[in-house]
T-cell receptor, first 116, second 115 residues
């Protein structure tokens, strides 16, 4: 069965420090992978996505993620965290059926706190 | 260009009651997915509607049902509410099938509290 795990429930970093959020997936075929961010009281916003090609993908707000097939991982990184990055981050995998993806499965999320 | 809109934003119900949540997809989108997000958890896939039919369904009981209208808007209905149904219900729309954008556009959600 398809699944997504995010080992870190909560992470605290200082403003200006680098960030890495971990994500591991289980999926039998080539995965379509995503990172979403959710600020308090709001819906989810897409940060970046991986479908194929270059394993290092760039997203919005200075985020990037690297796909490593051998490790079934898709870790999210940012070189310098801003206070406004404090939010909940979700890794997700798309389950592809027929000619288009049919559902997206989300991990449990990692809550990021930023210390000024 | 309006994004995904959901209503109501907040509602309180008692056990055993029924609730209907509404969603209007982003302009140009024809596929609507519903997710349940319990406090402190990731969104759980309920079902997806395309061409007014339920195309995929997650592991949710039949108490959860839905509908999609010709204008692509959608409703989520939950019958015989349980305390455990308290959650944020998220609607997400996506671009026409086959375009492979892979991106879900989410609404702000409907916060349901069951007492």
């Amino acid at each position: 069965a398809q699944s997504v795990t995010q080992p870190d429930i909560h992470i605290t970093v200082s403003e200006g420090a680098s960030l890495e959020l971990r994500c591991n997936y289980s999926y039998g075929a080539t995965p379509y992978l995503f990172w979403y961010v959710q600020s308090p009281g709001q819906g989810l916003q897409l940060l970046l996505k991986y479908f194929s090609g270059d394993t290092l993908v760039q997203g919005i707000k200075g985020f990037e993620a690297e796909f490593k097939r051998s490790q079934s991982s898709f870790n999210l990184r940012k070189p310098s965290v801003h206070w406004s990055d404090a939010a909940e981050y979700f890794c997700a995998v798309a389950v592809i059926m027929k000619t288009s993806y049919d559902k997206v499965i989300f991990g449990p999320g990692t809550s990021l706190s930023v210390i000024p | 260009d309006a994004g995904v809109t959901q209503s109501p934003t907040h509602l309180i119900k008692t056990r055993g009651q029924q609730v209907t949540l509404r969603c209007s997809p982003k302009s140009g989108h024809d596929t609507v997915s519903w997710y349940q997000q319990a406090l402190g958890q990731g969104p759980q896939f309920i079902f997806q509607y395309y061409e007014e039919e339920e195309r995929q369904r997650g592991n949710f009981p039949d108490r959860f049902s839905g509908h999609q209208f010709p204008n692509y808007s959608s409703e989520l209905n939950v019958n015989a509410l349980l305390l455990g149904d308290s959650a944020l219900y998220l609607c997400a729309s996506s671009s026409p099938s086959g375009s492979f954008t892979g991106e879900l556009f989410f609404g702000e959600g409907s916060r349901l509290t069951v007492l």
